[in-house]
């Protein structure tokens, strides 16, 4: 991977990724992150270290034994998660997953997998198209494609936002995105995302709540939400 990442999940995420506390949908998206940036590869194996150390040291046979019990099997049992993101080669996942739309293929990150292996059809629209990739959370998973030269309407987040760039490249008002940036929009962001003119785009989108669109009448507002959700 030639592009140097620039976006990352925030510590704090991180150490709930490591923790196993997120939605298994906001760890999805960390995960694959992960899987493409060496740079929380490492962070996130210094933070799995510090949690074993501080577990180490602490007394389980003090008045909040329970609790601290409690702690240790989170942690325990977090781990699989984290071993999963190092060696999927080792289950049944395929080595090189790809997904395929408008006439491209497009390698993913191994934590993608399993996943895009249960994918929906394409929905186009314009030149954007998604497909949902279902899972059990609340939350909302898709892959997001965007042509060259495509605009997605200016919209705001009704909840959480996450979107990881898997190939190509994506700009907004805020900056310019490419493979393994990690876009994080919480409910007041406002933004446009667009491809360049030369290069499309493919993305893992993980919404919390519906995108409001700021933009032209009522009537035609729904449609595109339920699209993109
Ligand atoms: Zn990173």
Not at 10 to 20: A, D, I, R, T, W
Not at 94 to 114: D, H, K, M, W
Not at 163 to 174: M, R, S
Request: with cysteine; glycine share 6%.
């Amino acid at each position: 991977m030639t592009h140097a990442v620039k976006f990352h999940p925030g510590l704090m995420l991180l150490e709930q990724y490591v923790e196993g506390s997120l939605s298994a949908d906001v760890a999805l998206a960390v995960s694959a992150h992960i899987d493409l940036c060496p740079h929380c590869q490492q962070l996130s194996k210094d933070i799995t270290n510090d949690q074993a150390a501080v577990l180490a040291e602490q007394d389980v046979s003090g008045r909040d034994a329970e609790q601290e019990w409690q702690q240790m099997l989170n942690f325990i049992t977090s781990q699989p998660t984290i071993s999963s993101s190092a060696s999927t080669h080792t289950d049944t996942a395929p080595q090189v997953a790809s997904v395929s739309v408008n006439g491209r293929t497009f390698e993913i990150p191994r934590a993608l997998a399993r996943l895009a292996e249960k994918q929906n059809k394409w929905l186009h629209l314009g030149g954007i198209a998604t497909a949902k990739l279902p899972t059990a959370d609340k939350q909302h998973v898709s892959l997001l494609y965007i042509d060259k030269g495509t605009e997605v309407p200016n919209h705001t987040h009704l909840g959480l936002e996450m979107t990881l760039v898997l190939a190509g490249k994506i700009v907004d008002e805020n900056g310019e995105y490419g493979v393994g940036d990690l876009l994080i929009n919480s409910p007041d962001d406002t933004h446009t995302p667009r491809t360049l003119a030369d290069e499309d785009c493919l993305c893992l989108s993980v919404l919390s709540a519906p995108l409001k669109f700021n933009k032209g009448l009522t009537r035609l507002l729904n449609p595109l939400q339920q699209f993109f959700y």
